[in-house]
């Protein structure tokens, strides 16, 4: 059974940090991506950024664009979402969430794994992070 598990979230203030983790079990093949969403109240759910585990390759949406940063450890099977400069709207559940690769470029869009959603096969539960102005 796939299982993925945030945490990390927090209350913090406006321009502080936080450090995201997801640590995934359960999928037996390297091929997959990971990818944080995030979902504000009233809001659709949004894609934040993800990661390749085949070729390392990464996406941000361009609200977060030099502020956070994905990163993963293969070895502890645990993908990474740093957040720097916290804004109040950056207040949300954040998902992590696991696709599973089967090759071609459908889930690529120019060379970078794709936000969007659906195409996401597992689920975490979600952590909170609040920014205070």
């Known amino acids: 059974e796939v299982q993925l598990v945030e945490s990390g979230g927090d209350l913090v203030q406006a321009g502080g940090s936080l450090r995201l983790s997801c640590a995934a079990s359960?999928?037996?093949?390297?091929?997959?991506?990971i990818g944080w969403f995030r979902q504000a109240p009233g809001k659709e759910r949004e894609g934040v950024s993800c990661?390749?585990?085949?070729?390392?390759?990464?996406n941000y949406v361009d609200s977060v664009k030099g502020r956070f940063t994905i990163s993963s450890d293969n070895a502890k099977n645990t993908v990474y979402l740093q957040m720097n400069s916290l804004k109040p709207e950056d207040t949300a559940v954040y998902y992590c969430?696991?696709?599973?690769?089967?090759?071609?470029?459908?889930?690529?869009?120019?060379?970078?794994?794709?936000?969007?959603?659906?195409?996401?096969?597992?689920w975490g539960q979600g952590t909170q992070v609040t920014v205070s102005s």
């Open positions: 969430a696991l696709l599973q690769y089967f090759g071609g470029t459908y889930y690529y869009r120019g060379g970078k794994c794709r936000l969007r959603a659906p195409l996401y096969d597992y």
């Open positions: 359960g999928f037996t093949s390297d091929d997959y991506f």
């Open positions: 990661i390749s585990r085949i070729n390392g390759s990464t």
